[in-house]
């Protein structure tokens, strides 16, 4: 019930800000009625009765704030004059609060630039003594009247300081998105051409000696290609119906990809082994599609860099956290060597999920080892129970 309420609560707020016009009637409607109470409330009989003229001078007043988020200052002007022809031209009712000027200040107060907040501010301090003065000249009224005033402008400015903060938040979440999606087209793209170009480059020779192999490397080529090209093709629709709450997209790749991955890798000629250690369980479609990104991204790092016979790839399932290894038997990490795109990559995606990944020689100092470890705790196991 309540992630309900706050869908139709950010629903609601998405319709006003695609219908300010809108917005700004209803609440013009929505202070007239407040203007319409004195008149509609029984005056003591020693109080000129309430005039329609009075009451069309009100209106007068609450018109303008249909124009408030273009004009505000012009509407603060306009509301100032037709409250002082109001005062000193006919005998209307007096209202509790001021409403147009309250809502005139607080929208300054948002969306004008300083110098308006700062012409805003001295007239105020104009006005509010003078209305006083000509009203009822107390200092509880004149006290009372710069506080509300005051307490208009603050939150006005709260606001403001709100809708800056989420634009920005806003900013940062689309920039994660822009390097998320940057990330994975790497992964798909490096995975798939690495493996290409190796089948490519075992392909001729095998075509004199064994033909069969031919055959089976020109087979994972065309794999590998149509399987890059349904996950690009997934990412590209991600960007192209972003915002389309209708738009199908198609779930990430997750462990029970891994078996695939791993023979297209053997196809290439390298011997791959995939092992799992600890009780095999399911895990969050998050972690699971990260898992297969590291992996995809250490087969590819060795199959391009490595020089390696045969490489190892383990999955190991604590009681609160999956760790993943790949160790090869190649040339191992170049000596300064920070890593390339790929282990910073890596290392961003396992950081996102509250993991750590490191990388250096493997056991006994030969080769390459990749670890990662990924927590399990908390909302992710969550996900998986609901």
Do not use: C
């Amino acid at each position: 019930m309540r992630e309900g309420g706050r869908r139709r609560i950010g629903e609601l707020r998405g319709w006003a800000a695609a219908n300010p016009w809108a917005v700004d009637i209803g609440l013009a409607l929505l202070v007239q009625a407040a203007m319409t109470m004195p008149f509609v409330v029984p005056r003591p009989p020693e109080l000129e009765p309430a005039t329609w003229p009075a009451y069309g001078l009100t209106t007068l007043m609450v018109v303008p704030l249909v124009w408030r988020r273009r004009a505000p200052l012009a509407v603060l002007l306009a509301m100032l004059a037709a409250s002082a022809l109001y005062r000193l031209a006919l005998e209307g009712p007096g209202q509790p609060l001021p409403y147009t000027g309250l809502v005139s200040v607080y929208t300054i107060a948002v969306l004008s630039p300083p110098w308006k907040r700062l012409v805003t501010g001295l007239l105020m301090l104009v006005a509010v003594p003078v209305s006083v003065w000509l009203n009822t000249q107390s200092a509880r009224e004149l006290t009372f009247s710069l506080f509300v005033f005051g307490a208009a402008y603050v939150f006005g400015r709260l606001t403001e300081a709100r809708q800056r903060e989420h634009r920005v938040e806003a900013e940062r979440a689309a920039a994660r998105e822009r390097a998320r999606i940057a990330r994975e087209m790497h992964d798909i793209l490096s995975h798939a051409v690495s493996l290409m170009i190796v089948q490519a480059e075992a392909g001729p020779p095998a075509v004199r000696v064994a033909p069969e192999r031919a055959e089976a490397a020109f087979d994972a080529i065309s794999e590998t290609g149509r399987d890059a090209m349904v996950q690009l093709r997934g990412m590209l629709g991600l960007l192209r119906d972003e915002g389309s709450s209708a738009a199908p997209r198609d779930p990430q790749p997750g462990i029970g990809e891994l078996p695939g991955l791993v023979e297209r890798v053997r196809g290439g000629g390298l011997d791959v082994r995939y092992a799992t250690e600890g009780t095999v369980r399911p895990l969050p479609a998050a972690t699971g599609a990260t898992v297969f990104r590291i992996v995809q991204e250490a087969l590819t790092n060795v199959v391009k860099h490595a020089r390696a016979g045969s490489v190892s790839v383990r999955l190991g399932y604590g009681r609160g956290e999956v760790e993943v290894r790949v160790t090869d038997d190649g040339r191992g990490p170049r000596p300064g060597g920070a890593g390339g795109h790929g282990l910073i990559g890596v290392r961003e995606r396992a950081a996102a999920h509250g993991g750590t990944a490191s990388s250096g020689p493997g056991p006994d100092g030969r080769g390459f080892e990749l670890r990662a470890v990924l927590p399990l705790e908390g909302r992710d196991m969550r996900e998986v129970r609901g």
